[in-house]
């Protein structure tokens, strides 16, 4: 599903702020003096995970922006344990359980936004796919530093 919805997003993202691939944000910002410890625990997880499964239902309207909206439990598990291990340092944003979604659109005109999720409802199926791990970046004024990914390989 990566370079399917990663063809999305470079068609539809604006070009300007498009600096990623299709991506599903579980965190916005951690701590840059918690680096090696969110490092650690990203390992953690995927040592301990198999690909999680996930379900993409559909289209999702972000106001301004269209998304991809995604289903997947064990996610949200795998969250759920980032986030006990890094509370009292998450921002708000990140303290609230995510909705699973990959942005293909953002900070448009609403009625752009609109129009692209009516193109989008008919033709987005749903269908199963598997996380295959996590990634780590860090945010550079706009552009993102990748850092590593750290693939599932759990049971």
């Given at each position: 599903m990566a370079k399917w919805a990663t063809?999305?997003?470079?068609?539809?993202?604006p070009p300007e702020r498009n600096y990623l691939s299709a991506h599903v944000t579980l965190f916005h910002a951690l701590p840059p003096s918690c680096a090696?410890?969110?490092k650690t625990a990203l390992a953690t997880e995927a040592a301990e995970n198999a690909p999680v499964y996930g379900q993409?239902?559909?289209?999702?309207?972000?106001?301004?922006?269209?998304?991809?909206?995604?289903?997947?439990?064990a996610m949200i598990?795998?969250?759920?344990?980032?986030?006990?291990?890094?509370?009292?340092?998450?921002?708000?944003?990140d303290g609230h359980k995510p909705r699973l979604h990959v942005t293909v659109q953002n900070k448009v005109h609403p009625k752009e936004a609109k129009a692209l999720q009516v193109e989008l409802a008919p033709v987005i199926d749903p269908r199963a796919f598997h996380f295959t791990g996590l990634s780590l970046h860090i945010y550079r004024d706009g552009p993102w530093e990748f850092v590593r990914?750290?693939?599932?390989?759990g049971r």
């Open positions: 063809a999305l997003r470079t068609e539809h993202f090696s410890e969110v993409l239902e559909g289209v999702m309207p972000l106001g301004r922006g269209t998304a991809l909206k995604l289903v997947s439990p598990d795998i969250w759920r344990n980032l986030a006990d291990r890094f509370h009292g340092l998450l921002i708000p944003q990914t750290y693939p599932f390989r």
